[in-house]
């Protein structure tokens, strides 16, 4: 493919992606009565209330929003979500996409059912929903592209190239494979939305319907590989020699940056997929540390490896939407950064997020994937946060920004906003 044709092809592959929570949301307002009330009156959704507490509210407002997002809901003069003229949401299609979930859980149970679903009896915009999984099933095997080749072929992942071509840019394509694989860690709260928003408990960590945890710890860190080249610079010019890695999961982070590193995550899990990360170099791994990073003893084990500089990668958010209410997890955020404060003094933190994001916004700039990031945490305990939000923490905890690097960029009312940053942060 030629460079434009490429990209095109990209988009279309990240709008499939939308298909997977698309289809689960529909089922999911069936199944809570949302449907009946976008067509008599409309939704009003306080957003700013919605997203300060992990609950049933957050999670239904979260998918409103992602329809919204998506031009599958308008909105009238008042706020309210309503339903557009043209739209997938009736009964027609929402009693076509109960039936195609359950062709999808019958598939997580063996996949060489695919071959019996009849993907033209449903709407594009629902079939897409198999690209998820599909696209998974390839991964653990790859031999299984040939046996895939039909669905694939109708539901647009396969091109005049083949098989192995389309195979090759789809899992080579990192932020494509990475949001991909974010979405599939999250396959059991996606196929069971309606029991997330009757139980939110089952989506803490370990619960049920918790992501999976060796799934998530992959994908983030293959997001974080989007910031490395700018940070892995920044380190350089800093003379940093060690770094503790702050929620390393898998060691993609630590690995692409290439100096010693001590891990430290608190999934046991993720610190040994990260020792197969590290398995060519194996001698830049200079401490382990499984716990959380809450924990000030813990803290103070990994100081003992003696790191001149740290990094926490989109995992304040994390720890912000953990407790129920919004208060609780911004005290869990100024622990951290005081116990931080406490054990390392003034070595630089440097601390990469990606900002939250309206709804709005996200119609306006017709980014796929940026609207799954957006909407995986709205459904989960996390809470994205402004970058105004956790300055002002930075400031209360005693820390100053000495230096902001910009990571990525969404239009925004004509402009270039920066919604992706790394704050190096350091306590006075």
Known sequence: MKPKETEVFHQQVAEKLLGFPTLNILCSLAETGLHEQLGNGGIVVNDTVSKRAFGPEKVMAGNLGFLYATNQLDKNETGRYVLPEKTIINDRHILTALQLREELRRLSEDWRLVAEIDLKAFLPELRTALAVPLIGIIEENEQRYRSLEKPLTSLGLADEDGLNAIGARLLGHRVIGSYRNLSYSYEEAINHLTEVIENPQTMQFGGSLARNEKRNALSSNELIA?????????????????????????????????????????????????????????????????????????MKEAKQAKPDVATINYILH????????????????????????????????????????????????????????????????????????LADILIECEFMIREVIDHGFLPINGEQVPVNQTLVAVAQ
């Open 226 to 298: 989007n910031v490395v080249p700018r940070l892995a610079t920044y380190l350089q010019r800093a003379a940093r020699t060690r770094l503790v890695d702050f929620g390393s999961g898998g060691g993609h982070f630590a690995a692409g940056i290439g100096m010693e590193t001590i891990l430290f995550d608190r999934s046991a899990i993720a610190n040994q997929e990260a020792l197969q990360t590290f398995a060519v170099r194996p001698e830049l791994i200079k401490g382990m540390v499984t716990g959380s990073i809450l924990d000030l003893e813990k």
């Open 318 to 389: 994390d720890i912000l939407g953990q407790p129920e209410s919004f208060a609780e997890g911004v005290s869990l955020v100024k622990e951290f950064l005081l116990n931080y404060r406490e054990v390392f003094g003034q070595m630089p933190l440097l601390i990469t997020e990606s900002w939250d994001v309206s709804w709005d916004h996200l119609r306006e700039a017709n980014k796929p994937y940026i609207t799954l990031f957006q909407w995986l945490h709205e459904i989960s305990p996390q809470r994205l946060m402004d970058g105004g939000t």
